[in-house]
C-alpha cells in the first residue's frame, strides 16, 4: 500500500494534467456538464479529510510549537503575497469582476497538492502539512478583509459573509472533526488503523477528482469568458515567478533551515484556488467568468510546479544554519 502511494505521488502533476485535459474534453464535447457544479462541495470535502487526515495531531501541535517557521509562513501567505497581489491587480482593468476572481484566487495559500510538491522539492513537507488546517482557517478569516481592503465599495455588492461561513463549517470544521476522531479511533483498533491508512491513498485520487468536477463543469461556460479571463494571464506569471523568491526571503529573514525555508517558499507560490471556487460560484453574475479566471489560475500554476520541483531544491544549497535545538524554527 505504502508503493501504491508513492506512485501516485510520484506521478500525481501527470496525473492531474491528464485529468484536466480529459474533463476539458467532456465538457467541451457533452452539453450538461455545468451541473456537475453540485458536486464541487462534496468533493472538495473529501477532498479536505483526506489531507487533514495525514495530519497526526501529534504532528499538529509541534507543528505550532515551531514558531518561526509557522511566523515565516503566515507572513509570506498573510503580509507579503498580499502586498505583492496589491501592486500585480492595478495592472489590470477596472473591472471590480476580474479583479475580485484574481484576488479570490492569488490571497489563499495551498493547502493540499503543495504539501507533495514541497517533498518532491526537497522541502520539509511535514512541517507544511501539519500547518494545513492553520493556513485554510487564516484564509477564510482574512479573505473578506483582504477583499474588502483591495476593493473598496465594490466589495459591498460582490462579496458576502455567508459562502465563508458556509465554507469555514463544511472545508474546515467537519473534515478537521471527522480526522481527527478517524485517528482516535485509529488508536483504539487494529480494525480502523487499518482503515486509515487505507484512506492514505486518498489525497492524489479526491484532487483528482476535484480537477475533473471543477473543470468539467466550467469548460462548457468559457467560450463566453475566455477573452475577459485571459486579461489576468500575464498577472498569473509575474505572481509565480516572484512569490517563492519572496517567501524564500522571508524564510532568510526568519532564519529557518533550508528545508523549512523551501517549505515556504512552495507556499508562497502555490494558491487554493480549487476550494475558493466555491466562493466564487456564490457571488451574484460572477459566472462565467469567475470561475474561468480561477480555473486559468490552476492551469497556470501546475505548469509553474513542476518549474518549482525542479529550481527550488538549489534554494539554501549553503543552507542557513539557525541556532541549534531551537524551538522556534
Known amino acids: 500500500m505504502t508503493g501504491l502511494r508513492e506512485a501516485l505521488e510520484a506521478r500525481q502533476v501527470g496525473i492531474y494534467f491528464a485529468t484536466v485535459l480529459a474533463a476539458a474534453a467532456l465538457g467541451a464535447a457533452v452539453p450538461g456538464t455545468a451541473a456537475l457544479e453540485a458536486a464541487i462541495n462534496p468533493a472538495l470535502a473529501l477532498m479536505l479529510f483526506a489531507t487533514f487526515l495525514q495530519v497526526p495531531l501529534a504532528d499538529l501541535g509541534r507543528a505550532l510549537a515551531r514558531v518561526r517557521f509557522l511566523a515565516a509562513l503566515l507572513a509570506a501567505n498573510f503580509l507579503v503575497a498580499p502586498l505583492l497581489v496589491l501592486a500585480l491587480v492595478q495592472t489590470l482593468p477596472g473591472d471590480p469582476m ?35 488546517p492553520v493556513l485554510l482557517l487564516a484564509q477564510m478569516l482574512l479573505l473578506p478583509v483582504y477583499l474588502g481592503l483591495f476593493l473598496g465599495e465594490a466589495a459591498q455588492g460582490l462579496v ?52 475533473f468536477v471543477v473543470v468539467a463543469s466550467v469548460t462548457p461556460q468559457l467560450g463566453l469568458a475566455l477573452e475577459g479571463a485571459v486579461r489576468a494571464l500575464p498577472l498569473y506569471l509575474a505572481y509565480a515567478v516572484a512569490a517563492p523568491l519572496l517567501g524564500w526571503g522571508v524564510a532568510r529573514l526568519a532564519g529557518l533551515e533550508a528545508p523549512a525555508g523551501r517549505a515556504v517558499a512552495f507556499s508562497a507560490g502555490t494558491r487554493n484556488s480549487l476550494v475558493v471556487l466555491p466562493l466564487a460560484f456564490a457571488v451574484p453574475g460572477g459566472a462565467p467568468l469567475l470561475p474561468a479566471i480561477i480555473v486559468l489560475q490552476t492551469l497556470v500554476e501546475l505548469a509553474a510546479s513542476l518549474a518549482y520541483m525542479r529550481l527550488i531544491p538549489r534554494l539554501g544549497a549553503r543552507a542557513l544554519t539557525p541556532p541549534p535545538d531551537s524551538p522556534g524554527g
Open 98 to 132: 476580474l479583479r475580485l476572481g484574481v484576488l479570490l484566487v492569488l490571497l489563499a495559500p495551498c493547502i493540499d497538492y503543495v504539501v507533495t510538491f514541497a517533498h518532491i522539492g526537497r522541502a520539509d513537507a511535514r512541517l507544511l502539512l501539519a500547518a494545513t
Open 160 to 211: 458576502r459573509a455567508e459562502p465563508f461561513l458556509h465554507a469555514f463549517v463544511w472545508l474546515i470544521a467537519v473534515p478537521l472533526a471527522l480526522a481527527a476522531a478517524a485517528q482516535v479511533l485509529a488508536g483504539r483498533s487494529e480494525g480502523a488503523a487499518r482503515a486509515v491508512r487505507g484512506l492514505g491513498l486518498l489525497p492524489v485520487p479526491a484532487t483528482a477528482v476535484v480537477l
